[in-house]
């Protein structure tokens, strides 16, 4: 009975995202909830720990926000220069091809890794990489799940990874943190074995992604319109109801 709590709020998560009920967004909100909930029913919270968890959350999200508004203008600005040409033709160019593309990238990616998180490599150095994976036909989705592999390594990268600061912060005085970081080398190796196999074997992603009813871009709406002079409605694709706003 003691596991039951805890596995019930991993099921809260986890289970709502697999079964399809809500979004990983909405999971981790759930999460939060059950977690606030279970230290209530075991008295184990108070007033100041709340507030203090409350202000931890605001400032990290405040951190990524700013980033997102660093990255946005580094974006512009580096278009603007034409310095997304210069990278696409720079790694269009790459002997090799797709392959020579694909083992440039996860490299620099990895290296990146020791000194960015996750999150600036998501807004500064994907969308610089997407449009190269693109005109080289890879597909994007499956590209996308091999960067997210690569970049989970940052998290444990020595020595900004986040997972380390947070063992340090709770390990005792006695563990030192060269101990930390060599423990982490285990599950970068792993990571890495992890991004080796989804290049070997893509199908361990677009297994799934084959699966998918429709493409976004074959998608077609129709939608029903009421006349003003009557109660019939006329149904047609997104040119029909252009042309029926455009005639009004």
């Known amino acids: ?11 809260l998560v986890l289970g709502t995202i697999f079964i399809g009920v809500a979004t990983p967004t909405e999971g981790g909100a759930m999460g939060a909830v059950g977690a606030i909930l279970m230290a209530l029913s075991r008295k184990r919270i108070s007033l100041p720990l709340l507030t203090q968890a409350m202000e931890s959350t605001t400032k990290l999200s405040c951190f990524v926000v700013f980033i997102l508004i660093g990255s946005t203008v580094f974006g512009l600005t580096f278009r603007g220069v034409n310095g997304d040409l210069w990278v696409e033709h720079l790694l269009t160019s790459m002997p090799g091809g797709q392959t020579g593309f694909l083992i440039a990238v996860n490299i620099l990616v990895f290296l990146l890794a020791f000194f960015l998180d996750f999150f600036e490599l998501a807004f ?12 080289l036909g ?35 005085p006695k563990v030192k943190t060269t101990e930390i970081y060599w423990g982490a080398v285990p599950f970068v190796v792993i990571q890495v074995i992890m991004v080796a196999l989804i290049i ?37 694709g997104a040119p029909d109801l252009l042309k029926q706003l455009q005639g009004q």
């Open 1 to 11: 009975f003691v596991l039951i709590p805890p596995l019930g709020l991993i099921f």
């Open 138 to 172: 890879i597909d994007l989705v499956w590209f996308g799940v091999l960067l997210a592999v690569n970049m989970q390594t940052s998290f444990m990268h020595p020595p900004f990874g986040f997972a380390l600061f947070f063992l340090r912060s709770v390990a005792p």
């Open 124 to 135: 500064i150095i994907v969308p610089l990489l997407a449009p190269v994976a693109d005109k």
């Open 200 to 236: 070997l074997f893509p199908n361990i992603v677009s297994h799934d992604v084959a699966k998918a009813p429709a493409k976004p871009e074959e998608l077609q709406l129709d939608f029903q319109l009421q006349h003003q002079g009557g109660g019939g409605t006329d149904s047609g």
